[in-house]
């Protein structure tokens, strides 16, 4: 079984930081791609990050630059960096493993509150 769990969700103010983690069980790291989501209330789930197992990253334009994606495959967690928080950035983040070559996340993590909020 793949399980994913997001921590390091919290309230912050505009222009903090936070760092989210994802820890995975499984086999599934050394292989799939590793990424994060976030959906806001009453709008759609976005791709926020995403890293290869070969390195390769892409972000969201409304994150590029203030976000940083990176992962330790000894301790099988993925993280996100996030600096120069801003209020849209208001949403459930979303952990999520994809296979090689895909872009539609096969798991998914239970999600973590990020506020931002003066």
């Known amino acids: 079984q793949v399980q994913l769990v997001e921590s390091g969700g919290g309230l912050v103010q505009p222009g903090g930081s936070l760092r989210l983690s994802c820890a995975a069980s499984?086999?599934?790291?050394?292989?799939?791609?590793m990424g994060w989501y976030r959906q806001a209330p009453g709008k759609q789930r976005e791709m926020v990050a995403r890293n290869t197992i070969g390195g390769s990253t892409n972000y969201a334009d409304s994150v590029q630059g203030r976000f940083t994606i990176s992962r330790d495959n000894a301790k099988k967690t993925v993280y996100l960096q996030m600096n120069s928080l801003k209020p849209e950035d208001t949403a459930v983040y979303y952990c999520?493993?994809?296979?090689?070559?895909?872009?539609?996340?096969?798991?998914w993590g239970q999600g973590t509150q990020v506020t931002v909020s003066s």
């Open positions: 499984g086999s599934i790291f050394s292989v799939f791609t």
């Open positions: 999520a493993a994809m296979p090689p070559g895909v872009m539609v996340p096969r798991y």
